[in-house]
């Protein structure tokens, strides 16, 4: 028999013990099944009691049962939705806490504008008129002291009101909205930022009462022309104090609410006078005043003060305020001032003439040349703004062209293509054939569709030849292709200041790719500066309201960087002048005065520009659409050239003219036996460099000899007229001309006698 093994005692127990376990466990389980269905059938038993069955289950329990679901996961959403908007609220001083207010000098002391808010809470809600209570209440929120901070009511009204109407005709935000909204959020008209405004509004109504809301609202709302609060306003346009404005000025007033730009009295007088009656109209309708009572207003509607005369440099205003608050983010936390004073770095009397210049070309040829606006930026050698304008008419629109428009620069991008190849050897007098070239695609066109054979960089940047750029961007790019010579000319563009995009396209050497005419302007700056880059900036100085200094551009702004060899510089401004005195840009040239820039036109001559310089300034100018259409034929060696040396000629008024490295008289250039040569396939050779030559003297042209003879004609034939009304003892009487192309415009003249201009080129 076999021999029977015992196992171990300790064996035994562990075993033992986890039997135990599991039957305990087993236990547990059925026993909590059981009570957990006997409780569920006391409870199915109990709730039996309660069933509805049939159509009363359809009606009453079910949507009852949904509406308390969707509640739930509503009111979990909007808790949600809430934590943007009550991190506004997080600073404890929100209440206290003022906003940015700059008063803002020319750069020689005089006061020129202001902006941001200067907060005036002198005057208690009791000292404001009834009657311009009233018409705000009428006008803005008439259940303003009903409602929990949103107007349910009026909001589903403003909602069928504009659905009817087919657009905005009524706002459904309360006066507590629009308090949240410019307390704490922007302008912008988003469905968050409505979100956002609405749980604001409710969080204001906690805090404050209805009387402190609306003191707020009156106190800091902007009411146009730069100014913030009722009483403000009734300064800025009525010359009074809020507490002695009449019912007529009352219903002006409240009705800048709506829109300040639009109704501001002092640029659309009839349009303010057209909304206060609105605005008496919803007095009578509201209850508030009766038909009788706004009689005399109706019939003496409120004059404003004319401010037309008051030529406040708005544009520059904008951009310098937007500077400055970016500035005092820079300040210590710890610096709690909040009222300023700045001294900029305009000039006005360039200011004056840079709107002069703009204004008298669009009206005397923007119609002809379909362009209806322009934009331009003056600068100094340091990067300050002497002159900023961005739009034909700041009271149309507000949108800064010059600094926040982003445009082709056509042609005078050429620059950097140029002073990218002189730094990587190439000469002013380096030849490249003017030939086909394809990249793909892609195969650029000169104007009129020719070319020139071989030419040197400083012929091809005069006559604004596109093959040559797009040739030097190839050979830049050597083994590694095209694209590397564009990485290589994007980077010498940011080296100057260009911060704008600039996507590698194949275009870019010809100016494709779009920049602002600020940063435009202020890198043209490069090349009088002997290569150093500066940075625009519109401040020169800030003091607080008590005149302690607390920020200079001199000792606290960026210093001028290297940006390319002082010899390179001069190069290029050597090269460019050419562009000025014989090339695109003759009627940019200045007496007496050193001159260099390009020219610029884009396809379908949608964009004009002239960017140029001399040992003082620089100057950008722009003509074009905003809508991108095409204008008639116009190039930037027309208006903008023109433009330019309008606005320049005033600059250099009463001023030491500096000289211009690299430009002067006997501006001919050495010529090397050998130079390099980009040939037709990209390839650098060796080829003898032909003689530069500055330009031979205006010679008299047919067309300039039949426009004289014409004149002269003219002249004669007044003399006669006059002749004979003299010898009959009468007054003698003006005769007018004929007008011509080459009188009505006499740079047409300068043209018609130049030697090459048998054929215009595009720049």
Same mark, same amino acid.
């Not at 800025?236 to 002695?244: A, G, M």
């Not at 605005?279 to 309708?285: A, K, R, S």
């Not at 011509?740 to 300068?750: C, D, G, I, M």
């Given at each position: 028999?076999?021999?029977?093994?015992?196992?171990?005692?300790?064996?035994?127990?562990?075993?033992?013990?986890?039997?135990?376990?599991?039957?305990?466990?087993?236990?547990?389980?059925?026993?909590?099944? %059981?009570?957990?269905?006997?409780?569920?059938?006391?409870?199915?038993?109990?709730?039996?009691?309660?069933?509805?069955?049939?159509?009363?289950?359809?009606?009453?329990?079910?949507?009852?049962?949904?509406?308390?679901?969707?509640?739930?996961?509503? &009111?979990?959403?909007?808790?949600?939705?809430?934590?943007?908007?009550? !991190?506004?609220?997080?600073?404890?001083?929100?209440?206290?806490?003022?906003?940015?207010?700059?008063?803002?000098?020319?750069?020689?002391?005089?006061?020129?504008?202001?902006?941001?808010?200067?907060?005036?809470?002198?005057?208690?809600?009791?000292?404001?008129?009834?009657?311009?209570? %009233?018409?705000?209440?009428?006008?803005?929120?008439?259940?303003?002291?009903?409602?929990?901070?949103?107007?349910?009511?009026?909001?589903?009204?403003?909602?069928?009101?504009?659905?009817?109407?087919?657009?905005?005709?009524?706002?459904?935000?309360?006066?507590?909205?629009?308090?949240?909204?410019?307390?704490?959020?922007?302008?912008?008209?988003?469905?968050?930022?409505?979100?956002?405004?609405?749980?604001?509004?409710?969080?204001?109504?906690?805090?404050?009462?209805?009387?402190?809301?609306?003191?707020?609202?009156?106190?800091?709302?902007?009411?146009?022309?730069?100014?913030? =609060?009722?009483?403000?306003?009734?300064?800025?346009?009525?010359?009074?104090?809020?507490?002695?404005?009449?019912?007529?000025? $009352?219903?002006?007033?409240?009705?800048?609410?709506?829109?300040?730009?639009?109704?501001?009295?002092?640029?659309?007088?009839?349009?303010?006078? $057209? !909304?206060?009656?609105?605005?008496?109209?919803?007095?009578?309708?509201?209850?508030?005043?009766?038909?009788?009572?706004?009689?005399? $207003?109706?019939?003496?509607?409120?004059?404003?003060?004319?401010?037309?005369?008051?030529?406040?440099?708005?544009?520059?205003?904008?951009?310098?305020?937007?500077?400055?608050?970016?500035?005092?983010?820079?300040?210590?936390?710890?610096?709690?001032?909040?009222?300023?004073?700045?001294?900029?770095?305009?000039?006005?009397?360039?200011?004056?003439?840079?709107?002069?210049?703009?204004?008298?070309?669009?009206?005397?040829?923007?119609r002809d040349y379909h362009a209806t606006q322009a934009a331009t930026v003056v600068a100094d050698l340091d990067g300050g703004v002497r002159a900023m304008v961005g739009g034909r008419d700041y009271g149309a629109s507000q949108f800064n062209r010059a600094t926040?428009?982003?445009?082709?620069?056509?042609?005078?991008?050429?620059?950097?293509?140029?002073?990218?190849?002189?730094?990587?050897?190439?000469?002013?007098?380096?030849?490249?054939?003017?030939?086909?070239?394809?990249?793909?695609?892609?195969?650029?066109?000169?104007? =009129?569709?020719?070319?020139? =054979?071989?030419?040197?960089?400083?012929?091809?940047?005069?006559?604004?030849?596109?093959?040559?750029?797009?040739?030097?961007?190839?050979?830049?790019?050597? %083994?590694?292709?095209?694209?590397?010579?564009?990485?290589?000319?994007?980077?010498?563009?940011?080296?100057?200041?260009? %911060?704008?995009?600039?996507?590698?396209?194949?275009?870019?050497?010809?100016?494709?790719?779009?920049?602002?005419?600020?940063?435009?302007?202020?890198?043209?700056?490069?090349?009088?500066?002997?290569?150093?880059?500066?940075?625009?900036?519109?401040?020169?100085?800030?003091?607080?309201?008590?005149?302690?200094?607390?920020?200079?551009?001199?000792?606290?702004?960026?210093?001028?960087?290297?940006?390319?060899?002082?010899? #390179?510089?001069?190069?290029?401004?050597?090269?460019?002048?050419?562009?000025?005195?014989?090339?695109?840009?003759?009627?940019?040239?200045?007496?007496?005065?050193?001159?260099?820039?390009?020219?610029?036109?884009?396809?379908?001559?949608?964009?004009?520009?002239?960017?140029?310089?001399?040992?003082?300034?620089?100057?950008?100018?722009?003509?074009?659409?905003?809508?991108?259409?095409?204008?008639?034929?116009?190039?930037?060696?027309?208006?903008?050239?023109?433009?330019?040396?309008?606005?320049?000629?005033?600059?250099?008024?009463?001023?030491?003219?500096?000289?211009?490295?690299?430009?002067?008289?006997?501006?001919? &250039?050495?010529?090397?036996?050998?130079?390099?040569?980009?040939?037709?396939?990209?390839?650098?050779?060796?080829?003898?460099?032909?003689?530069?030559?500055?330009?031979?003297?205006?010679?008299?042209?047919?067309?300039?000899?039949?426009? &004289?003879?014409? #004149?002269?004609?003219?002249?004669?034939?007044?003399?006669?007229?006059?002749?004979?009304?003299?010898?009959?003892?009468?007054?003698?009487?003006?005769? !007018?001309?004929?007008?011509?192309?080459?009188?009505?415009?006499?740079?047409?003249?300068?043209?018609?006698?130049?030697?090459?201009?048998a054929a215009p080129r595009k720049n």
């Amino acid at each position: 028999m076999p021999r029977q093994i015992i196992p171990p005692r300790w064996k035994t127990r562990v075993r033992h013990f986890f039997l135990d376990l599991d039957a305990r466990i087993d236990s547990t389980l059925f026993s909590s099944g %059981k009570g957990a269905r006997e409780l569920y059938e006391r409870y199915s038993t109990f709730m039996d009691r309660f069933y509805v069955g049939r159509w009363k289950r359809w009606v009453f329990i079910e949507p009852l049962s949904e509406a308390a679901t969707i509640g739930l996961g509503g &009111l979990i959403l909007l808790l949600a939705l809430a934590v943007p908007a009550f !991190r506004e609220t997080a600073d404890e001083d929100w209440l206290k806490k003022s906003d940015l207010a700059v008063t803002f000098l020319d750069r020689y002391g005089n006061p020129i504008g202001s902006r941001g808010i200067k907060h005036n809470d002198s005057i208690p809600l009791e000292d404001f008129p009834d009657n311009l209570i %009233k018409a705000t209440l009428a006008t803005e929120d008439r259940r303003f002291y009903d409602h929990f901070g949103i107007d349910i009511a009026g909001t589903a009204r403003a909602l069928v009101t504009n659905a009817q109407a087919g657009g905005v005709r009524q706002g459904g935000s309360s006066i507590t909205q629009q308090l949240a909204k410019n307390l704490f959020l922007s302008n912008e008209r988003t469905i968050e930022r409505k979100v956002n405004e609405a749980f604001l509004a409710i969080w204001l109504e906690t805090r404050l009462t209805k009387n402190e809301i609306l003191k707020l609202y009156l106190d800091r709302a902007y009411m146009g022309g730069g100014t913030f =609060g009722v009483d403000g306003a009734a300064h800025f346009y009525f010359n009074k104090s809020v507490r002695d404005i009449n019912l007529a000025e $009352a219903a002006m007033l409240a009705g800048l609410f709506k829109a300040p730009t639009k109704f501001a009295p002092h640029i659309n007088l009839p349009a303010a006078r $057209a !909304r206060a009656n609105v605005v008496l109209d919803n007095l009578v309708d509201a209850g508030f005043m009766t038909e009788g009572q706004v009689f005399g $207003a109706r019939r003496n509607p409120a004059f404003a003060v004319d401010r037309r005369d008051e030529a406040s440099p708005n544009y520059f205003l904008d951009y310098a305020f937007d500077e400055m608050r970016k500035l005092v983010d820079t300040f210590p936390k710890s610096y709690t001032e909040r009222v300023f004073v700045v001294r900029t770095s305009i000039d006005m009397n360039v200011q004056h003439a840079a709107d002069e210049a703009i204004e008298n070309q669009l009206r005397q040829f923007g119609r002809d040349y379909h362009a209806t606006q322009a934009a331009t930026v003056v600068a100094d050698l340091d990067g300050g703004v002497r002159a900023m304008v961005g739009g034909r008419d700041y009271g149309a629109s507000q949108f800064n062209r010059a600094t926040d428009a982003y445009r082709q620069p056509g042609s005078s991008f050429k620059p950097y293509v140029y002073t990218t190849a002189l730094l990587n050897g190439f000469k002013p007098t380096s030849i490249v054939v003017d030939g086909p070239v394809c990249i793909g695609n892609w195969c650029p066109q000169n104007y =009129g569709h020719s070319y020139s =054979g071989a030419v040197t960089l400083t012929q091809a940047i005069t006559r604004s030849i596109n093959v040559v750029p797009v040739k030097l961007s190839i050979a830049l790019g050597g %083994k590694d292709g095209p694209k590397a010579g564009r990485a290589k000319i994007v980077e010498v563009a940011r080296r100057f200041g260009i %911060k704008a995009p600039l996507p590698d396209t194949p275009s870019l050497p010809i100016g494709a790719d779009e920049v602002t005419i600020l940063e435009h302007a202020v890198a043209y700056a490069t090349f009088p500066n002997k290569g150093k880059a500066v940075t625009p900036h519109a401040v020169l100085e800030v003091r607080t309201g008590a005149g302690d200094l607390v920020w200079r551009w001199d000792r606290d702004g960026p210093k001028p960087r290297q940006a390319i060899p002082a010899n #390179i510089a001069a190069d290029m401004a050597g090269m460019m002048s050419h562009v000025v005195s014989e090339g695109t840009a003759r009627r940019a040239a200045l007496d007496g005065i050193p001159t260099a820039g390009k020219t610029g036109t884009t396809n379908s001559y949608r964009d004009a520009w002239f960017v140029g310089y001399t040992g003082n300034f620089t100057c950008a100018v722009w003509f074009g659409n905003d809508d991108y259409s095409p204008t008639n034929r116009m190039t930037g060696g027309s208006l903008p050239a023109q433009t330019w040396h309008d606005i320049m000629t005033v600059a250099h008024q009463g001023i030491e003219i500096k000289e211009l490295g690299g430009v002067g008289a006997g501006a001919k &250039l050495p010529q090397p036996p050998l130079q390099q040569v980009v040939a037709a396939n990209g390839a650098v050779v060796s080829q003898r460099a032909p003689e530069i030559k500055p330009g031979p003297p205006p010679v008299l042209t047919r067309r300039g000899a039949d426009t &004289l003879v014409q #004149i002269e004609k003219m002249l004669d034939d007044a003399a006669k007229t006059a002749d004979k009304t003299t010898s009959a003892n009468e007054p003698p009487k003006p005769t !007018r001309p004929t007008p011509s192309s080459a009188l009505a415009f006499p740079e047409n003249y300068a043209a018609a006698t130049a030697s090459d201009a048998a054929a215009p080129r595009k720049n």
